[in-house]
């Protein structure tokens, strides 16, 4: 399930910079009242990310983290033969590079023109101990991410190939819902299906067979490369829990 803070979304004077952020619904900064974001945007820096573009490398010094607010990300590690593994993907609202290591363990690459708010790691530090309620959202977030990574091991070590598309398409599908605030039936792909391939752990041509797989049994429909109609949630769901048949 994706990560939802808690908390009621806070109304805020007409004409605060953060009253129309498209994002704050779905952030850590959704319950605070408009002092406190003022303090934390004054903090933050704009960065807009071009496709291909690195937002830092595995083993820079992790001196900055980041919420992404616009656009997609994917997260990748090199292994020691020199082969890639994709390990997640970000879209806005997520936050990244907050780490108890001195350097970041992952490299951080825009999937397509992306925005994003940048702090320096101290400052957002010191801010965080004086606001203990955004620590605590932070604390969800890290609870978060860690049971995502336990159900990509399941993902990747039990689930075969058409459960592992279809697990990462239902979870597409719930972002898209989480980032509107309704309902969906379709949702963005824009990583490559060679990302896909590098997060799954299967090959391309494995991929792009999966997707037709799931198209004959009339689960989903392409809308076009990069967009996917969910025609059946139900019976995606299902393959995605291992229920569907083969």
């Not at 945007?41 to 083993?59: A, C, D, I, K, N």
């Not at 970000?90 to 994003?116: C, N, Q, R």
Request: charged letters at 25%; glycine letters at 8%; aromatic letters at 8%.
């Amino acid at each position: 399930m994706p990560y939802a803070p808690g908390g009621k979304l806070t109304e805020l004077p007409a004409g605060h910079p953060c009253e129309t952020c498209p994002v704050r619904p779905i952030t850590i900064c959704r319950g605070l009242d408009a002092p406190t974001l003022a303090g934390m945007r004054s903090l933050g820096t704009m960065q807009r990310m071009q496709p291909g573009q690195s937002v830092f490398h595995e083993g820079d010094p992790a001196q900055r983290v980041f919420m992404v607010t616009q656009g997609a990300l994917k997260l990748y590690t090199l292994l020691a033969d020199g082969r890639r593994q994709v390990t997640g993907f970000m879209f806005p609202g997520d936050f990244l590079g907050i780490s108890v290591d001195e350097e970041y363990a992952f490299t951080v690459e825009a999937l397509d023109k992306s925005e994003l708010w940048w702090f320096s790691r101290e400052a957002f530090e010191r801010f965080l101990a004086e606001h203990p309620r955004v620590e605590r959202e932070l604390y969800r977030l890290a609870a978060h991410e860690l049971a995502e990574a336990q159900r990509q091991i399941v993902l990747l070590g039990r689930k075969a190939a058409h459960e592992r598309l279809a697990s990462l398409f239902h979870s597409l599908l719930l972002r898209a819902e989480r980032a509107s605030g309704v309902s969906q039936q379709a949702f963005d792909l824009p990583m490559s299906r060679i990302d896909i391939a590098d997060y799954l752990g299967l090959t391309k041509e494995t991929v792009s067979r999966m997707i037709a797989h799931l198209r004959s049994r009339r689960l989903i429909r392409l809308q076009s490369q990069n967009r996917v109609e969910v025609l059946d949630r139900g019976g995606l769901e299902a393959v995605a829990q291992g229920d569907g048949d083969a």
